[in-house]
């Protein structure tokens, strides 16, 4: 049986050209984004959805308990880094374009 690749020593960057869809850069960078934040969201309704029937047959959380609840500085610090990544993941081409027009260019 295969080894399974430890989580550091993968890469986080596809190598080779991306591949294009449209007729044009930025509704392939849109069309991207569109795709990984509708991931994103049926991931965590999933997920959700998960919580909220275990804990409705366990009778353990109610509504008003949801929206009551307040965080402290460690939670709300955490929720903060994991909203950073989510944007981070869904403006990935954006940021990247962004950052090579920041680059000045070499002079030939």
Known sequence: ???AVPKNKMTRVARGKRPKMLPDWSSDVFLS??????TELMVM?????????IAADKGVILKSDIDAYEFDEKALAEREAARKALADRI???????AE?????KKKS
Not at 33 to 38: D, E, F, H, N, R
Not at 91 to 97: A, G, I, N, S
Not at 100 to 104: D, G, L, M, Q, V
């Open 45 to 53: 309704r999933d997920r959700v959805d998960t919580i909220e029937r």
């Open 91 to 97: 403006f990935y081409l954006v940021l990247q374009q």
């Open 33 to 38: 984004m569109i795709t990984s934040l509708t």
């Open 100 to 104: 090579r027009n920041k680059t000045p």
């Open 1 to 3: 049986m295969a080894e």
